[in-house]
């Protein structure tokens, strides 16, 4: 049995915290498959799922609420965290930034366990308005791999504990 990382990502960088987040689990002993949310056609067989979503305008990306909305009855039943990227800066690991709106809404309607925000990447070659005319001034990657990991340990005692009863 074995923990599912999907993410919802436009510009990468969240795919990049999703394959951090699988690392880290798979060096805590999980078994990780990872894939982005418009992949997966279904959790049965999975212990946990960690579902990640970048932020835009302080809404996070369509794919992960699709996701979760198609998916609340089993995500209901089995252990489930939320992951944000956004912050293009370092707030994120200075501080708990706490599930925008529209994330808290959905985290209830699954009673999803935990959530964190991760610092999000930038880059300066970005295309499309906004993110374009943001890449000028703000460009750059604020994802921290050691806020990454020490994530993970806090919440793999309870996936662990999830995959060995077979929840």
Known sequence: MSVLVTYASKRGGTKGLAEMVADDLKKEGLTVDILPTRQ???????????????????????????????????????????????????????????PVKGVQALMARVGARGHVTFGGRL????????????????SGDWRDEE??????????PELRAGVTQGV
């Open 40 to 98: 997966v056609k279904g959790v049965d067989g999975y212990n946990a799922v960690i579902v990640g979503g970048a932020l835009y305008a302080f809404r996070w990306h369509r794919d992960a609420k699709r996701f979760v909305k198609r998916h609340t009855k089993d995500l209901r039943r089995i252990p489930t965290f939320f992951f944000s990227s956004g912050p293009l800066d370092d707030s994120a690991t200075k501080k708990d930034i706490p």
């Open 123 to 138: 880059t300066p070659d970005a295309k499309g308005f906004p993110a374009s005319a943001m890449a000028k001034k703000n």
């Open 147 to 156: 806020h990454v990991k020490q994530w993970v340990i806090s919440i793999s």
